[in-house]
């Protein structure tokens, strides 16, 4: 099953605007992995945050972490074409990974509108 | 730096056959991990190697196997080929363990078993 779930599916929004897609996890996590998917840069690293951190930056992402709630947040300001790509959250169990490795969401599809 | 490449990019095989696939890790780095990508199941974790020994294991069955050399490079082989084995196969490799650290993905085998 899958540990992470992202919300929306998907997402369209007019370039320049801010998108925000979500996160959520069922067990305890030693980090959550933001990447991004799109046919021609292939699956991209964009932010790791640790489970005793609450907000990181990168640019024009801003990823929030709220252990209590599981949940976490990825926010991409002022965006652009190039952003357009599926968005996927991805965590490591506390328990050191083991058995389950790394974790994928389903991930949210964004489209830029120009 | 050169990123992670995979070969072969595509390959199609019928039911029973076996496939190897192969992945070269960014120079320096000592962990390579496998995924399976699908659109039913999306991104699952298959394997991970460090220093030529599998560290952590996702849920799969034996007939997924993989190994790594002493330069870092990875080998993954799938035996007794099923319908279902059909999907897009992504290695990542990363200076140190795969799961608390940033992962550099290849571009990925897509293999069609018939």
């Known amino acids: 099953s899958q540990q992470g779930e992202e919300d929306p599916q998907a997402l369209s929004i007019q370039e320049g605007e801010n998108a925000t897609m979500n996160c959520s996890y069922k067990?305890?996590?030693?980090?959550l992995q933001w990447y991004r998917q799109n046919s021609g840069r292939g699956l991209v690293h964009l932010i790791l945050?640790?489970?005793?951190?609450r907000e990181k930056h990168s640019g024009r992402l801003r990823v929030t972490l709220d252990t209590s709630k599981k949940s976490s947040s990825l926010l991409i300001t002022a965006s652009r074409a190039a952003d357009t790509a599926s968005y996927f959250c991805?965590?490591?169990?506390?328990?050191?990974?083991?058995?389950?490795?790394?974790?994928f969401g389903k991930g949210t599809h964004l489209i830029i509108q120009p | 730096k050169a990123g992670v490449t995979q070969t072969p990019r595509y390959l199609i095989k019928t039911r029973g056959q076996q496939v190897t696939l192969s992945c070269s890790p960014i120079?320096?780095?000592?962990?390579v991990s496998w995924y399976q990508q699908t659109p039913g199941q999306g991104l699952q974790f298959l394997f991970e190697?460090?220093?030529?020994?599998?560290?952590n294991k996702g849920n799969f069955p034996g007939r997924f196997s993989g190994r790594q050399f002493s330069n870092s490079r990875s080998e993954m082989n799938v035996s007794t080929l099923e319908l279902g084995d059909s999907a897009l196969y992504l290695c990542?490799?990363?200076?140190?363990?795969?799961?608390?650290?940033?992962?550099?993905f290849g571009p990925g085998t897509r293999l069609t078993v018939l």
């Open positions: 991805a965590t490591v169990l506390n328990s050191g990974g083991g058995a389950d490795g790394l974790t």
């Open positions: 120079s320096g780095h000592r962990s």
């Open positions: 067990t305890s996590i030693n980090n």
């Open positions: 945050i640790r489970s005793n951190e």
């Open positions: 990542a490799s990363s200076l140190e363990q795969a799961l608390y650290n940033e992962q550099f």
């Open positions: 190697y460090f220093s030529e020994t599998q560290r």
